[in-house]
């Protein structure tokens, strides 16, 4: 069974960096892609980047600046480190399985994120 | 691509028959998926490639359309189908529309 989990810290001050674990098990991290999705309370999630089977990475655009994705495939983690956190990246972050065919199947239960001094 | 879904908020009777709505700035060539995501919950995959069930979704639930329209049908709404609906291209980078939010009248 596909399994992924989010950790970090629920709360992180304004200009500090963000860092999230992403846990997966039902799969192997060599064989399946892994994105990060955000979504502000109450808005439509927003698609951050993704890291591919291959170890390739992805970002969006408007993040690419701030994201980095990376992966230790021995303990079936992926990672999210975003920089120069505002109070509008508030919100919670999904860790999401992303099909060959280009959507996004599985979903972690999220992690809340509080970008607040 | 940008994705517009209407209306943003959608009150009906059980037993209705839902229409929601998902429309692309750009010609998405059916690489459509909907989502449902019930409150405190993360979403779930209902439908992808425009009309293609996922396993384990109740056969009420359907998708069509084409070019930059697409539509996702409730043929009759049950009182555990309250929740917020997203539909997400991926045709051209990933993007999520803001979402239709459905309510029992």
């Known amino acids: 069974q596909v399994q992924l989990k989010e950790s970090g810290p629920g709360l992180v001050q304004p200009s500090e960096t963000l860092s999230l674990t992403c846990t997966v098990s039902?799969?192997?991290?060599?064989?399946?892609?892994v994105s990060w999705v955000r979504q502000p309370s109450g808005k439509g999630p927003e698609w951050m980047g993704r890291?591919?089977?291959?170890?390739?990475?992805a970002y969006n655009s408007a993040l690419k600046s701030r994201l980095s994705i990376s992966r230790d495939t021995s303990k079936n983690q992926v990672f999210l480190k975003m920089n120069s956190l505002q109070t509008d990246d508030t919100g919670t972050y999904y860790c999401?399985?992303?099909?060959?065919?280009?959507?996004?199947?599985?979903w972690g239960q999220g992690a809340s994120v509080t970008v607040s001094s | 691509i940008q994705l517009t879904q209407s209306p943003s908020l959608l009150s009906a009777s059980v037993g209705d028959r839902v229409t929601l709505s998902c429309k692309g700035s750009?010609?998405?060539?059916?690489?459509l998926a909907w989502y449902q995501q019930k409150l405190g919950e993360a979403p779930k995959l209902l439908i992808y490639?425009?009309?293609s069930l996922q396993t384990g979704i109740p056969s009420r639930f359907s998708g069509s359309g084409s070019g930059t329209d697409y539509t996702l049908t409730i043929s009759s709404l049950q009182p555990e189908d309250v929740a917020t609906y997203f539909c997400?291209?991926?045709?051209?980078?990933?993007?999520f529309g803001s979402g239709t939010k459905l309510e029992i009248k």
């Open positions: 999401t399985t992303l099909n060959y065919g280009g959507w996004v199947d599985a």
């Open positions: 039902g799969f192997s991290l060599t064989s399946y892609s």
């Open positions: 890291m591919w089977y291959d170890g390739d990475t």
């Open positions: 750009q010609n998405i060539n059916n690489y």
């Open positions: 490639n425009t009309n």
């Open positions: 997400y291209q991926y045709n051209n980078g990933l993007t």
